[in-house]
């Protein structure tokens, strides 16, 4: 069995322009020392998965710099490895003369690199979606029931606040063929979405490209999925794991304070056999002096602590002043913060300085956000 895989890095930029502004959704960081790539990346390499592209579209550098020659996840190699697909912009035809828009096009940018692949199969995965997922078995799936393609899919609740208004609907049988696929309506009851994460055969992926060039289609999900759903053969794979989406800023925020607790922790983070992989910083242990009081909290290494924090999560490098209280706060990595800071549901990106004596607030549906660089 011979898979590839492929990665989306910007498809949902537009869903936290806050953090995206600066970086790809894929570089965007996430659980004190992570970046949102690492775990579909991971999935793959802990699932054998050993060439895999990245395909780009704009602010990739800080991608760049976190990859490397992707040696932390066993991918630099002679043969296969890891590879950033940058934006491809044709003379002619569909994407003439601009960068990609849609899910299809940007496949259809990346063609040189699937038809080059002698893998028989493609799995492909954005970056919002956050499991520890083993594509093995998915895998085994699709060839065990001779499908096209494979999409997993998630069970949501009505209470539910991790939908993207970008969401797809998966009807399916009791044989979980895909039967039909909708966009989501906000506010609508939605059963089962997809996770954006699938497997396809690589020759029928070549195929749609090619038909979708010739008669202009851009949609992946309403031009290739609904249109063939009943003549070809789509099946969903039903993921019942930890399963978290970044879908805004009140998101990212909710959704990464979650991680305090560790059932949720212990599901996203996977266990020896499937680790999270992302790239390795040597910084010394975080030093705690004798006025530090930590509850609750989720620190990186290389941080230094002095003052006080609450059910928050601090990301390498942060510096707590003497008499700081920091509470169910994300400090990016780098954050410094003077003597006598106060603050609660804030957000910091990375290299931001919070000078003595402030006082900041947000509330948990509407976090405080300070750009990358700042200073207060």
Same mark, same amino acid.
């Given at each position: ?42 999935? =793959? ?157 690589? =020759? ?90 930590? &509850? ?21 490098? &942060? ?26 549901? &804030? ?27 700042? =200073?207060?």
């Amino acid at each position: 069995m011979e898979v590839a895989g492929l990665i989306f890095s910007n498809i949902h930029n537009s869903s936290i322009p806050e953090l995206t502004g600066v970086r790809t959704m894929a570089s965007v960081p996430f659980g004190c020392r992570y970046r949102l790539v690492d775990f579909p990346l991971s999935n =793959m390499v802990n699932s054998g998965i050993t060439k895999i592209g990245i395909i780009t579209h704009n602010n990739y550098q800080s991608l760049m710099d976190h990859i490397g020659t992707g040696k932390d996840w066993d991918l630099a190699r002679r043969s296969g490895g890891i590879k950033i697909l940058p934006p491809f912009i044709t003379t002619d035809g569909v994407n003439k003369g601009r960068l990609y828009t849609s899910r299809l096009e940007a496949l259809m940018g990346v063609t040189n690199f699937i038809s080059r692949c002698t893998e028989d199969y493609l799995v492909l995965s954005d970056c919002d979606g956050i499991c520890n997922l083993d594509l093995s078995k998915v895998i085994d799936s699709h060839i065990e029931n001779g499908a096209d393609v494979t999409i997993v899919t998630r069970k949501v609740s009505t209470e539910s606040m991790d939908i993207a208004e970008t969401s797809k609907v998966v009807t399916a049988d009791d044989e979980g063929r895909i039967r039909d696929i909708v966009s989501y309506i906000p506010g609508e009851v939605a059963d089962e979405i997809s996770t954006n994460i699938m497997v396809i055969n690589r =020759m029928f992926l070549l195929n749609v490209i090619s038909d979708a060039g010739a008669h202009g289609y851009t949609d992946f999900y309403h031009d290739i999925i609904a249109a063939r759903a009943k003549k070809a053969k789509f099946y969903r794979y039903l993921y019942e794991g930890i399963y978290i989406q970044v879908t805004s800023l009140v998101s990212y925020f909710q959704n990464s304070m979650k991680l305090l607790d560790p059932a949720v922790r212990n599901g996203i983070f996977g266990t020896e056999k499937t680790p999270v992989y992302t790239k390795l910083r040597n910084s010394a242990p975080t030093r705690y002096t004798k006025d530090a009081k930590v &509850v609750n909290s989720y620190v990186a290494d290389g941080c230094v602590i002095e003052g006080t924090v609450e059910n928050s999560i601090l990301f390498r490098g &942060v510096q707590v002043g003497k008499g700081t209280v920091i509470k169910n706060s994300i400090l990016l990595q780098d954050t410094f913060t003077g003597n006598n800071v106060t603050l609660n549901c &804030v957000i910091t990106d990375k290299n931001v300085v919070v000078r003595d004596g402030r006082m900041l607030s947000g509330h948990e549906s509407m976090p405080f956000f300070i750009p990358k660089g700042s =200073m207060v």
